[in-house]
Nanobody, 123 residues
């Protein structure tokens, strides 16, 4: 069983940057596709980015492509999400998730989830 804990959220002005971290414990993430999702008030949880366990391929939603970068450090059992050029539409709770030996990026396919970290972007 993998436990995930996100950190790095906070309040930032539009145009600013934040770096989220997701620390895993209870097992290695090396065979997990790791994803970031977000959920804004009144909206469904949506896919943000993923980095695949095999080959390190990355996927991004169209809304964050070119602004966000996902990366992983398997030695440190940690995944990161660098978020640049933030805008108020990025305001949400951001969740880290782990998907064992799979390349799927739909939320239902992920096995473990963190509790989330709040990101608020002011205009």
């Amino acid at each position: 069983q993998v436990q995930l804990v996100e950190s790095g959220g906070g309040l930032v002005q539009a145009g600013g940057s934040l770096r989220l971290s997701c620390a895993a414990s209870g097992g290695t993430i090396i065979r997990y596709t790791m994803g970031w999702f977000r959920q804004a008030p009144g909206k469904e949880r949506e896919f943000v980015a993923a980095i695949h366990w095999r080959g390190g391929r990355t996927d991004y939603s169209d809304s964050v492509k070119g602004r966000f970068t996902i990366s992983r450090d398997n030695a440190k059992n940690t995944v990161f999400l660098q978020m640049n050029s933030l805008n108020p539409e990025d305001t949400a709770v951001y969740y880290c998730a782990a998907n064992y030996l799979s390349s799927m990026v739909i939320p239902e396919s992920f096995d473990f989830w963190g509790p989330g970290t709040q990101v608020t972007v002011s205009s």
